[in-house]
């Protein structure tokens, strides 16, 4: 069994930046892909970002390529996800979720065992 806790949300202004934090209790947190979602309200569940277990390989849709970066700190058991230029239509409730490590990455929620309970960014206008 996994926790995941998600931190650093806030409310920023566009163009601005914030950092989220998502902690996990694994015994063994490199066993562990780990994935990023977000849902706006009245919107589906929207994929962010995905990192491999060794933090080698990273994948993120075109809507935030180039201005959110996923990290990894296995000694932390810590992922980051940092997020600049941010637009008014990045808020959303923002979710960390694992998988175990062999299944690779994913960009699909379903495909996620684990989820944490999720962190609010909103950016204004």
């Known amino acids: 069994q996994v926790q995941l806790v998600e931190s650093g949300g806030g409310l920023v202004q566009a163009g601005g930046s914030l950092k989220l934090s998502c902690a996990a209790s694994?015994?063994?947190?490199?066993?562990?892909?780990l994935g990023w979602f977000r849902r706006a309200p009245g919107k589906e569940r929207e994929f962010v970002a995905t990192?491999?277990?060794?933090?080698?390989?990273?994948v993120y849709p075109d809507s935030v390529k180039g201005r959110f970066t996923l990290s990894r700190d296995n000694a932390k058991n810590t992922v980051y996800l940092q997020m600049n230029s941010l637009k008014p239509e990045d808020t959303a409730v923002y979710s960390c979720a694992a998988r175990k490590r062999r299944l690779g990455t994913s960009r699909y929620a379903i495909e996620y065992d684990y989820w944490g309970q999720g962190t609010q960014v909103t950016v204004s206008s």
């Open positions: 694994a015994r063994t947190f490199s066993d562990y892909t």
């Open positions: 990192i491999s277990w060794s933090g080698d390989s990273t």
